[in-house]
């Protein structure tokens, strides 16, 4: 468990991580590869892959060429089996715990096994809270699930610490990517609050501001897509 128990660690330490998130519906390879030498240059400490829609076809091709480029851990987090890449080193093993679609609860797992059995990733499980960003996301597309309101600061909290006594080592709050309204700092810091397990937030945060805003609400990963995919010279600005 080498990449969730550096991220234990550096939450232990107070040390602040930041992923860069690569569609690859959105990133052709020659994109890709322009893409991960930006991120080398970036204070990123880890790169995930993932979209809610993307067939699959050409991520391994992906990921190997983002492996050559940066040392970084590189984490996916499919919506469906056909999603799961070896060329990864872990994967984000989702529950999404706001919706009520098993599919997305357990169904989707259950036909993953096949492949993760044989597979060298490092499975970290993950309760997914999907909170009301402002717009239809394409999780609540894909999924068919609502996402928790955001001043319903509770439910967000007892599902996010249901996730964790049923034994989920990280929560994601996910306002969807391109989101409207990121988490409001309010939900971040009383979640923060009352969890034990490390705790990440994504979905559109958009500013040097706001990221630090998000880590001082109590997260210790804040997710960046579309500020980086808009203008990879974000994090000198
Ligand atoms: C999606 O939270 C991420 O999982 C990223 O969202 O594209 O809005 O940064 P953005």
Do not use: W
Request: aromatic share 6%.
């Amino acid at each position: 468990m080498a990449i969730y128990q550096d991220i234990v660690q550096a939450k232990k330490e107070n040390k602040k991580l930041l992923a860069i998130l690569i569609d690859p519906e959105k990133v052709t390879i020659k994109e890709c590869f322009d893409l991960s030498k930006k991120i080398i240059k970036s204070p990123a400490t880890h790169v995930f892959v993932g979209g809610s829609t993307f067939s699959g076809a050409h991520l391994d091709e992906l990921i190997s060429i983002i492996k050559t480029t940066t040392k970084l851990p590189i984490l996916i987090f499919p919506g469906h089996p056909s999603q799961i890449s070896n060329e990864a080193d872990g994967i984000l093993f989702l529950s999404l715990l706001s919706g009520r679609n098993p599919e997305y609860l357990i169904e989707h797992h259950i036909n993953s096994v096949d492949i993760l059995a044989k597979s060298n990733l490092e499975i970290i499980p993950t309760g997914y809270l999907l909170i009301d960003g402002g717009k239809e996301t394409a999780v609540q597309r894909v999924s068919q699930t609502l996402p928790i309101e955001q001043d319903n600061v509770d439910l967000a909290y007892k599902t996010a610490k249901a996730g964790e006594f049923l034994g989920k080592k990280l929560i994601y709050l996910e306002a969807g990517s391109g989101a409207n309204q990121h988490v409001s700092l309010e939900m971040i810091r009383y979640v923060a609050q009352n969890i034990k397990i490390p705790l990440i937030v994504g979905g559109g945060i958009r500013s040097m501001k706001t990221i630090q805003e998000v880590y001082n609400a109590g997260a210790d990963l804040v997710v960046i897509g579309t500020a980086f995919e808009n203008d990879t010279n974000f994090f000198n600005l």
